[in-house]
């Protein structure tokens, strides 16, 4: 079975940081651009940002650049986020996902580009 699993979520004061993982189950990640997404309470999914197959980024959302990071470990099948300087507006639930092919035209922002999806993992921003 194909799966993809997020963890790493949790509660954080502003300004802490998180680091997300995001493994694979049932497929090899390094044919695959994974996507980070997030979706809030009454809010459309965003597309955060997406690193290719060969490691290449590319950022989707003005508000997390500089703060996020996307980084993937093809040995470990993983893939991370490192979340730093977290706001309250960055409480959400997240939510990687696959998009099959190589090169950044597998990435999107976009969520109906992609092929398996996690389940998500809350992240909760507040004092």
């Known amino acids: 079975q194909l799966q993809l699993v997020e963890s790493g979520g949790g509660s954080v004061q502003p300004g802490g940081s998180l680091r997300l993982s995001c493994a694979a189950s049932?497929?090899?990640?390094?044919?695959?651009?994974i996507g980070w997404f997030r979706q809030a309470p009454g809010k459309e999914r965003e597309g955060l940002s997406c690193i290719s197959s060969s490691g290449a980024k590319i950022n989707f959302l003005d508000t997390v650049k500089g703060r996020f990071t996307v980084s993937r470990d093809n040995a470990k099948n993983t893939v991370y986020l490192q979340m730093n300087s977290l706001k309250p507006e960055d409480t959400a639930v997240y939510y990687c996902?696959?998009?099959?092919?190589?090169?950044?035209?597998?990435?999107?922002?976009?969520?109906?580009?992609?092929?398996?999806w996690g389940q998500g993992t809350q992240v909760t921003v507040s004092s």
């Open positions: 049932g497929f090899t990640l390094d044919s695959y651009a």
């Open positions: 996902a696959a998009s099959r092919g190589r090169g950044l035209l597998s990435c999107s922002g976009y969520s109906s580009r992609y092929d398996y």
